[in-house]
């Protein structure tokens, strides 16, 4: 079983940028595809960013490419999510999740975090 728990969502103006932590306990992430979605009010959960579990592979969202960056540490058991250039399309409930296997698709993936707020102003 993995517990995640997402931290650094808030308010910020367009062209701001903000840091997502998703730090895990149960079991080491290190075994672990890492994954954040995103949820805007009356949409569905979409995909965001992922990476593989050594870092090797990584995979964005057309919409965050060049703007959002994902890492980890395996070693801290947490996953970052570096949002840049923010704008009102990116205000949403922040997700991390972990997956077993290599794999983009929200049904993949095993466990949830409760998720954070972004709001971006415009």
């Known amino acids: 079983q993995v517990q995640l728990v997402e931290s650094g969502g808030g308010l910020v103006q367009a062209g701001g940028s903000l840091r997502l932590s998703c730090a895990a306990s149960?079991?080491?992430?290190?075994?672990?595809?890492m994954g954040w979605f995103r949820q805007a009010p009356g949409k569905e959960r979409e995909f965001v960013a992922g990476?593989?579990?050594?870092?090797?592979?990584?995979n964005y969202a057309d919409s965050v490419k060049g703007r959002f960056t994902i890492s980890r540490d395996n070693a801290k058991n947490t996953v970052y999510l570096e949002m840049n250039t923010l704008n009102a399309e990116d205000t949403a409930v922040y997700y991390c999740?972990?997956?077993?296997?290599?794999?983009?698709?929200?049904?993949?993936?095993?466990?949830w975090g409760q998720g954070t707020q972004v709001t971006v102003s415009s």
């Open positions: 149960g079991r080491t992430l290190s075994r672990y595809v």
């Open positions: 999740a972990a997956a077993r296997g290599t794999s983009w698709y929200i049904n993949d993936y095993d466990y």
């Open positions: 990476v593989s579990w050594s870092g090797s592979i990584i």
